[in-house]
Protein backbone atom coordinates (compact mmCIF):
# COMPACT_ATOMS: atom_id res chain seq x y z
CA UNK A 1 0.00 0.00 0.00
CA UNK A 2 2.71 2.32 1.25
CA UNK A 3 5.18 1.57 -2.23
CA UNK A 4 1.48 2.34 -4.30
CA UNK A 5 0.90 5.79 -2.86
CA UNK A 6 4.92 6.51 -3.28
CA UNK A 7 3.96 5.46 -7.41
CA UNK A 8 1.11 7.74 -6.47
CA UNK A 9 2.86 10.56 -5.94
CA UNK A 10 6.08 10.49 -8.47
CA UNK A 11 2.62 10.15 -11.18
CA UNK A 12 1.43 13.12 -9.89
CA UNK A 13 4.94 14.86 -10.11
CA UNK A 14 4.57 14.36 -13.47
CA UNK A 15 1.63 15.48 -14.29
CA UNK A 16 1.51 17.75 -17.53
CA UNK A 17 -0.18 21.19 -16.62
CA UNK A 18 -2.04 22.79 -19.91
CA UNK A 19 -0.77 26.15 -20.39
CA UNK A 20 -4.47 27.29 -21.45
CA UNK A 21 -6.66 25.20 -18.60
CA UNK A 22 -3.98 24.50 -16.11
CA UNK A 23 -5.83 20.78 -16.24
CA UNK A 24 -3.91 17.90 -15.05
CA UNK A 25 -3.93 14.36 -17.28
CA UNK A 26 -2.97 11.51 -15.91
CA UNK A 27 -4.08 7.93 -17.26
CA UNK A 28 -7.66 6.31 -16.21
CA UNK A 29 -6.79 3.30 -16.89
CA UNK A 30 -7.19 1.87 -13.80
CA UNK A 31 -10.66 3.93 -12.64
CA UNK A 32 -13.51 2.03 -11.21
CA UNK A 33 -16.90 3.12 -11.87
CA UNK A 34 -16.95 5.26 -9.32
CA UNK A 35 -14.55 7.29 -10.56
CA UNK A 36 -15.86 7.65 -13.23
CA UNK A 37 -18.58 8.87 -11.55
CA UNK A 38 -17.14 11.51 -10.02
CA UNK A 39 -14.51 12.92 -12.48
CA UNK A 40 -16.46 12.61 -15.80
CA UNK A 41 -18.92 15.40 -16.95
CA UNK A 42 -16.58 18.04 -15.01
CA UNK A 43 -18.89 21.08 -13.96
CA UNK A 44 -17.29 24.87 -15.79
CA UNK A 45 -17.50 26.70 -12.99
CA UNK A 46 -15.07 27.50 -11.56
CA UNK A 47 -13.80 30.09 -8.73
CA UNK A 48 -11.76 32.74 -10.04
CA UNK A 49 -9.35 32.90 -7.06
CA UNK A 50 -6.54 30.97 -6.44
CA UNK A 51 -4.55 30.76 -3.70
CA UNK A 52 -2.21 33.57 -4.81
CA UNK A 53 -4.99 35.95 -4.66
CA UNK A 54 -5.65 35.00 -1.25
CA UNK A 55 -2.36 35.64 -0.09
CA UNK A 56 -2.53 39.60 -1.75
CA UNK A 57 -6.11 39.92 -0.06
CA UNK A 58 -4.85 38.28 3.07
CA UNK A 59 -1.63 40.70 3.38
CA UNK A 60 -3.52 43.80 2.56
CA UNK A 61 -6.19 43.27 5.02
CA UNK A 62 -2.92 42.48 7.63
CA UNK A 63 -1.54 45.74 6.91
CA UNK A 64 -4.88 47.07 7.53
CA UNK A 65 -4.96 45.14 11.06
CA UNK A 66 -1.54 46.86 11.86
CA UNK A 67 -2.97 50.68 11.17
CA UNK A 68 -5.96 50.03 13.11
CA UNK A 69 -3.70 48.89 15.75
CA UNK A 70 -0.89 52.05 15.50
CA UNK A 71 -3.95 54.41 15.94
CA UNK A 72 -4.69 52.58 19.14
CA UNK A 73 -1.73 52.72 20.19
CA UNK A 74 -1.33 56.55 19.07
CA UNK A 75 -4.20 57.29 20.69
CA UNK A 76 -3.49 55.66 23.95
CA UNK A 77 -0.10 57.75 23.99
CA UNK A 78 -2.43 61.12 22.83
CA UNK A 79 -4.56 60.38 25.85
CA UNK A 80 -1.92 59.83 28.09
CA UNK A 81 -0.34 63.60 27.41
CA UNK A 82 -3.72 65.08 26.99
CA UNK A 83 -2.59 66.11 23.79
CA UNK A 84 -5.74 65.01 21.67
CA UNK A 85 -8.89 66.71 20.92
CA UNK A 86 -11.75 64.91 22.54
CA UNK A 87 -13.83 65.26 19.14
CA UNK A 88 -11.05 64.05 17.02
CA UNK A 89 -10.80 61.13 19.39
CA UNK A 90 -14.50 60.19 19.11
CA UNK A 91 -13.75 59.95 14.99
CA UNK A 92 -10.36 58.38 15.18
CA UNK A 93 -12.15 55.67 17.59
CA UNK A 94 -14.91 55.32 15.13
CA UNK A 95 -12.65 54.42 12.12
CA UNK A 96 -9.98 52.15 14.25
CA UNK A 97 -13.20 50.51 15.56
CA UNK A 98 -14.26 49.93 11.63
CA UNK A 99 -10.62 49.00 10.41
CA UNK A 100 -10.44 46.36 13.24
CA UNK A 101 -13.22 44.31 11.51
CA UNK A 102 -11.17 43.54 8.38
CA UNK A 103 -8.51 42.18 11.46
CA UNK A 104 -10.33 38.94 10.91
CA UNK A 105 -9.35 38.44 7.25
CA UNK A 106 -6.12 37.42 7.36
CA UNK A 107 -6.22 33.80 8.94
CA UNK A 108 -8.59 31.85 7.51
CA UNK A 109 -7.42 33.55 3.93
CA UNK A 110 -4.02 32.52 4.46
CA UNK A 111 -5.23 28.93 5.84
CA UNK A 112 -7.21 28.59 2.92
CA UNK A 113 -4.52 29.36 0.79
CA UNK A 114 -2.04 26.94 2.55
CA UNK A 115 -5.25 24.33 1.57
CA UNK A 116 -4.39 24.66 -1.74
CA UNK A 117 -0.76 24.34 -1.81
CA UNK A 118 -1.47 21.21 0.15
CA UNK A 119 -3.78 19.80 -1.51
CA UNK A 120 -1.96 20.53 -4.82
CA UNK A 121 1.52 18.92 -3.59
CA UNK A 122 0.61 16.34 -0.43
CA UNK A 123 3.64 16.41 2.36
CA UNK A 124 4.36 20.66 2.07
CA UNK A 125 3.99 20.85 5.44
CA UNK A 126 7.77 21.34 6.22
CA UNK A 127 7.76 23.79 3.53
CA UNK A 128 5.17 25.72 5.45
CA UNK A 129 6.11 25.18 8.65
CA UNK A 130 9.45 26.64 7.96
CA UNK A 131 7.83 29.65 6.26
CA UNK A 132 5.48 30.87 8.74
CA UNK A 133 8.32 29.87 11.37
CA UNK A 134 10.29 32.47 9.62
CA UNK A 135 7.94 34.98 9.62
CA UNK A 136 7.02 34.01 13.08
CA UNK A 137 10.78 35.08 13.92
CA UNK A 138 10.72 38.23 12.03
CA UNK A 139 7.71 39.83 13.37
CA UNK A 140 8.79 38.72 16.95
CA UNK A 141 12.10 40.48 16.76
CA UNK A 142 10.22 43.46 14.57
CA UNK A 143 7.81 43.83 17.51
CA UNK A 144 11.26 43.72 20.32
CA UNK A 145 13.04 46.29 18.20
CA UNK A 146 9.97 48.94 17.91
CA UNK A 147 9.40 48.22 21.51
CA UNK A 148 12.55 48.92 22.57
CA UNK A 149 13.32 51.90 20.69
CA UNK A 150 10.55 54.03 20.32
CA UNK A 151 8.66 52.91 23.70
CA UNK A 152 11.27 52.31 26.31
CA UNK A 153 13.69 54.42 24.91
CA UNK A 154 11.27 57.46 24.74
CA UNK A 155 10.25 56.97 28.52
CA UNK A 156 13.74 56.99 29.55
CA UNK A 157 14.07 60.65 27.79
CA UNK A 158 11.02 61.96 28.97
CA UNK A 159 11.26 60.54 32.50
CA UNK A 160 14.90 60.21 33.35
CA UNK A 161 15.02 56.55 33.61
CA UNK A 162 16.99 53.99 33.21
CA UNK A 163 16.50 51.22 30.74
CA UNK A 164 14.82 48.78 33.00
CA UNK A 165 12.94 51.41 35.18
CA UNK A 166 11.88 52.55 31.53
CA UNK A 167 10.53 49.00 30.32
CA UNK A 168 8.65 48.54 33.53
CA UNK A 169 6.97 51.55 33.39
CA UNK A 170 6.17 50.78 30.10
CA UNK A 171 4.20 47.81 31.60
CA UNK A 172 2.46 49.51 34.19
CA UNK A 173 1.35 52.21 31.64
CA UNK A 174 -0.20 49.69 29.38
CA UNK A 175 -1.86 47.72 32.21
CA UNK A 176 -3.18 50.50 33.56
CA UNK A 177 -4.97 51.66 30.07
CA UNK A 178 -6.01 48.18 29.40
CA UNK A 179 -4.17 48.18 26.21
CA UNK A 180 -1.53 44.96 26.53
CA UNK A 181 -3.81 42.63 24.72
CA UNK A 182 -3.01 45.29 22.26
CA UNK A 183 0.12 44.55 21.57
CA UNK A 184 -0.48 40.86 21.13
CA UNK A 185 0.49 41.63 17.28
CA UNK A 186 2.24 38.16 15.79
CA UNK A 187 -1.08 36.77 13.83
CA UNK A 188 1.66 34.27 12.34
CA UNK A 189 1.77 32.24 15.91
CA UNK A 190 -2.34 31.38 15.11
CA UNK A 191 -0.78 30.38 11.12
CA UNK A 192 1.91 28.16 12.73
CA UNK A 193 -0.25 26.76 15.19
CA UNK A 194 -2.97 25.93 12.47
CA UNK A 195 -0.47 24.18 10.21
CA UNK A 196 0.55 22.02 12.69
CA UNK A 197 -2.94 21.32 13.10
CA UNK A 198 -3.20 20.52 9.42
CA UNK A 199 0.01 17.83 10.25
CA UNK A 200 -1.16 16.07 12.80
CA UNK A 201 -4.72 15.56 11.57
CA UNK A 202 -4.01 15.35 7.99
CA UNK A 203 -0.31 13.58 7.42
CA UNK A 204 0.75 9.98 8.17
CA UNK A 205 4.14 9.78 9.19
CA UNK A 206 6.52 7.38 6.85
CA UNK A 207 8.97 6.46 9.30
CA UNK A 208 7.44 6.46 13.05
CA UNK A 209 3.96 5.85 14.24
CA UNK A 210 3.30 3.24 12.32
CA UNK A 211 -0.36 0.88 13.35
CA UNK A 212 -1.82 1.64 16.11
CA UNK A 213 0.70 4.15 16.91
CA UNK A 214 -0.57 6.90 14.70
CA UNK A 215 -3.09 8.00 16.96
CA UNK A 216 -0.47 9.29 19.53
CA UNK A 217 0.67 11.07 16.07
CA UNK A 218 -2.80 12.06 16.27
CA UNK A 219 -3.43 13.16 19.33
CA UNK A 220 -0.43 15.52 19.16
CA UNK A 221 -2.83 17.88 17.69
CA UNK A 222 -4.18 19.10 21.04
CA UNK A 223 -0.18 20.49 21.50
CA UNK A 224 -1.20 23.93 19.72
CA UNK A 225 -4.77 23.58 20.09
CA UNK A 226 -4.49 23.84 23.87
CA UNK A 227 -1.56 26.54 22.91
CA UNK A 228 -3.78 28.57 21.46
CA UNK A 229 -6.59 28.26 24.71
CA UNK A 230 -3.99 29.79 26.54
CA UNK A 231 -3.36 32.42 24.56
CA UNK A 232 -7.36 32.99 24.64
CA UNK A 233 -7.06 32.95 28.08
CA UNK A 234 -4.21 34.90 28.85
CA UNK A 235 -5.76 37.43 26.65
CA UNK A 236 -9.06 37.61 27.66
CA UNK A 237 -6.61 38.46 31.33
CA UNK A 238 -5.15 41.12 30.35
CA UNK A 239 -8.24 42.62 28.55
CA UNK A 240 -9.61 42.77 32.03
CA UNK A 241 -7.53 45.40 33.18
CA UNK A 242 -9.57 47.89 30.66
CA UNK A 243 -12.87 46.48 32.37
CA UNK A 244 -12.36 46.21 35.85
CA UNK A 245 -10.18 49.20 37.50
CA UNK A 246 -9.44 47.04 40.85
CA UNK A 247 -8.37 44.15 38.24
CA UNK A 248 -4.12 43.71 37.81
CA UNK A 249 -3.07 41.74 35.38
CA UNK A 250 0.12 42.09 33.22
CA UNK A 251 2.53 40.55 30.88
CA UNK A 252 6.37 40.66 30.33
CA UNK A 253 6.63 42.43 26.70
CA UNK A 254 9.11 39.71 25.40
CA UNK A 255 5.80 37.42 25.45
CA UNK A 256 3.37 38.96 23.96
CA UNK A 257 4.59 38.62 20.57
CA UNK A 258 4.27 34.69 21.19
CA UNK A 259 0.91 34.55 22.12
CA UNK A 260 -2.19 33.88 19.24
CA UNK A 261 -4.39 36.26 19.02
CA UNK A 262 -7.47 34.86 17.29
CA UNK A 263 -11.06 33.51 18.62
CA UNK A 264 -10.55 29.78 19.71
CA UNK A 265 -13.74 29.32 17.74
CA UNK A 266 -12.05 30.10 14.17
CA UNK A 267 -8.81 27.68 15.46
CA UNK A 268 -12.05 25.05 16.09
CA UNK A 269 -13.84 25.84 12.47
CA UNK A 270 -10.42 25.15 10.67
CA UNK A 271 -9.86 22.00 12.76
CA UNK A 272 -12.97 21.06 11.45
CA UNK A 273 -11.93 21.40 7.95
CA UNK A 274 -8.73 19.55 8.42
CA UNK A 275 -10.86 16.65 9.55
CA UNK A 276 -13.06 16.99 6.52
CA UNK A 277 -9.80 16.81 3.98
CA UNK A 278 -8.83 13.73 6.20
CA UNK A 279 -12.63 11.39 6.07
CA UNK A 280 -13.11 12.53 2.77
CA UNK A 281 -10.50 10.31 0.66
CA UNK A 282 -11.36 7.24 3.12
CA UNK A 283 -15.26 7.91 2.29
CA UNK A 284 -14.04 8.17 -1.34
CA UNK A 285 -12.74 4.83 -1.17
CA UNK A 286 -14.99 3.71 0.36
CA UNK A 287 -17.50 4.09 -1.85
CA UNK A 288 -15.54 2.47 -4.48
CA UNK A 289 -13.00 4.61 -5.84
CA UNK A 290 -9.25 3.92 -6.28
CA UNK A 291 -6.38 6.28 -4.82
CA UNK A 292 -5.56 6.85 -8.37
CA UNK A 293 -9.04 8.17 -8.81
CA UNK A 294 -9.03 10.21 -5.93
CA UNK A 295 -6.20 11.87 -7.01
CA UNK A 296 -7.58 13.02 -9.85
CA UNK A 297 -10.96 14.15 -8.29
CA UNK A 298 -8.77 16.35 -6.21
CA UNK A 299 -8.57 18.44 -9.05
CA UNK A 300 -11.84 18.45 -10.96
CA UNK A 301 -13.90 21.83 -10.79
CA UNK A 302 -16.65 19.88 -9.04
CA UNK A 303 -14.82 18.74 -5.75
CA UNK A 304 -13.09 22.55 -5.85
CA UNK A 305 -16.67 23.60 -5.68
CA UNK A 306 -17.67 20.90 -2.75
CA UNK A 307 -15.15 21.89 -0.95
CA UNK A 308 -15.85 25.44 -1.07
CA UNK A 309 -19.20 24.67 0.33
CA UNK A 310 -18.35 22.62 2.82
CA UNK A 311 -15.90 25.37 4.37
CA UNK A 312 -18.22 27.84 3.92
CA UNK A 313 -21.36 25.61 5.71
CA UNK A 314 -18.58 24.58 8.67
CA UNK A 315 -17.79 28.63 8.76
CA UNK A 316 -21.10 29.50 9.26
CA UNK A 317 -21.78 26.74 11.59
CA UNK A 318 -18.99 28.21 13.35
CA UNK A 319 -20.46 31.73 13.94
CA UNK A 320 -23.86 30.85 14.73
CA UNK A 321 -22.64 28.95 17.59
CA UNK A 322 -20.43 31.06 18.56
CA UNK A 323 -23.63 33.61 18.82
CA UNK A 324 -25.07 30.94 21.02
CA UNK A 325 -22.15 30.83 23.12
CA UNK A 326 -21.96 34.46 23.74
CA UNK A 327 -26.02 34.86 24.06
CA UNK A 328 -25.78 31.81 27.04
CA UNK A 329 -22.61 33.08 28.40
CA UNK A 330 -24.15 36.53 28.92
CA UNK A 331 -27.24 35.70 30.31
CA UNK A 332 -25.16 33.55 32.88
CA UNK A 333 -22.57 36.36 33.81
CA UNK A 334 -25.34 39.07 34.47
CA UNK A 335 -27.64 36.60 36.89
CA UNK A 336 -24.18 35.64 38.47
CA UNK A 337 -21.61 37.63 38.54
CA UNK A 338 -21.27 39.92 41.33
CA UNK A 339 -22.53 43.67 41.32
CA UNK A 340 -24.42 42.39 38.19
CA UNK A 341 -26.58 45.69 38.74
CA UNK A 342 -23.62 47.61 37.59
CA UNK A 343 -23.01 45.83 34.37
CA UNK A 344 -24.85 46.30 31.02
CA UNK A 345 -25.26 43.90 28.26
CA UNK A 346 -22.21 45.80 26.00
CA UNK A 347 -19.74 45.29 29.44
CA UNK A 348 -20.63 41.67 29.20
CA UNK A 349 -20.04 41.43 25.54
CA UNK A 350 -16.94 43.30 25.90
CA UNK A 351 -15.78 40.71 28.74
CA UNK A 352 -16.48 38.10 26.27
CA UNK A 353 -15.02 39.19 23.51
CA UNK A 354 -11.27 39.71 25.92
CA UNK A 355 -11.68 36.11 25.71
CA UNK A 356 -12.27 35.42 22.16
CA UNK A 357 -16.20 34.41 22.55
CA UNK A 358 -18.13 36.18 19.83
CA UNK A 359 -15.54 37.00 17.66
CA UNK A 360 -15.83 34.25 15.46
CA UNK A 361 -18.98 35.94 14.01
CA UNK A 362 -16.84 37.24 11.64
CA UNK A 363 -15.92 34.15 9.74
CA UNK A 364 -19.52 35.16 7.77
CA UNK A 365 -17.38 38.04 6.43
CA UNK A 366 -14.91 35.40 5.01
CA UNK A 367 -17.76 32.87 3.28
CA UNK A 368 -17.90 35.24 0.12
CA UNK A 369 -14.01 34.66 -0.46
CA UNK A 370 -14.46 31.03 0.01
CA UNK A 371 -17.10 30.73 -2.60
CA UNK A 372 -15.08 32.80 -5.12
CA UNK A 373 -11.77 30.77 -4.38
CA UNK A 374 -10.95 27.79 -6.06
CA UNK A 375 -7.73 25.42 -5.22
CA UNK A 376 -7.57 24.00 -8.39
CA UNK A 377 -6.38 27.47 -9.95
CA UNK A 378 -2.83 27.06 -10.63
CA UNK A 379 0.16 29.28 -11.67
CA UNK A 380 2.60 28.31 -14.08
CA UNK A 381 5.77 30.97 -12.47
CA UNK A 382 5.72 30.37 -8.97
CA UNK A 383 8.57 33.46 -8.57
CA UNK A 384 6.25 35.63 -7.05
CA UNK A 385 4.78 33.36 -4.56
CA UNK A 386 8.47 33.36 -3.12
CA UNK A 387 8.54 37.52 -3.32
CA UNK A 388 4.95 37.48 -1.81
CA UNK A 389 6.05 37.15 2.38
CA UNK A 390 9.15 39.68 1.70
CA UNK A 391 6.76 42.11 -0.05
CA UNK A 392 3.83 41.57 2.62
CA UNK A 393 6.22 41.96 5.41
CA UNK A 394 7.44 45.37 4.34
CA UNK A 395 3.89 46.62 3.87
CA UNK A 396 3.23 45.86 7.19
CA UNK A 397 6.36 47.68 8.52
CA UNK A 398 5.05 50.34 6.43
CA UNK A 399 2.00 50.64 7.52
CA UNK A 400 3.16 50.99 11.01
CA UNK A 401 5.89 52.88 10.55
CA UNK A 402 3.71 55.81 8.03
CA UNK A 403 0.26 55.83 10.90
CA UNK A 404 2.95 55.94 14.07
CA UNK A 405 4.25 58.92 12.00
CA UNK A 406 1.44 60.83 11.00
CA UNK A 407 -0.92 59.81 14.00
CA UNK A 408 1.39 61.22 16.50
CA UNK A 409 2.78 63.97 14.76
CA UNK A 410 -0.42 65.39 13.64
Known amino acids: ?????????????????????????????????????RIDHDIKYRGPLSYRYLRMIGWIALAVMFISMSLSLAFSIKTLNGTID????????????????ISAL???LFLIANFAV????????????KQYGKLVLIIYVGFIIVYYHYI??????????????????????????????????????????????????????????????IILFRLLVLIPILYEIGSAVLMGLLGLNGIDATFVFS????VLPLLGKKPVGMIFGFLAVCIYIKIREKRYLKRGGTEEGYYYYLRTNRNSLNFSL?????????????????????????????????????????????????????????????????????????????????????????????TLFFSLLF
Open 310 to 402: VMSVIFLIVAVLDIVVTIGLGAILLKNIPYAEYYTVEDIIELLSCFTVGRSVCLILVIPFVMLFSYTKQHVDTKLDKLLPIAGVGLVIFSIIE
Open 152 to 213: VIALMRIGGMSFIEARDSSIAIFTILGKQNGLVVNVFIDLFCCVLIMLFVEYTPKNHFKGKK
Open 1 to 37: MRKKKEQLKEKVQEVEISATNQEAVISKENFSEYDHK
Open 251 to 254: LPPE
Open 106 to 108: PLP
Open 86 to 101: PTKMMVLEKVTNILSY
Open 118 to 129: ILQQRGNYRKLL
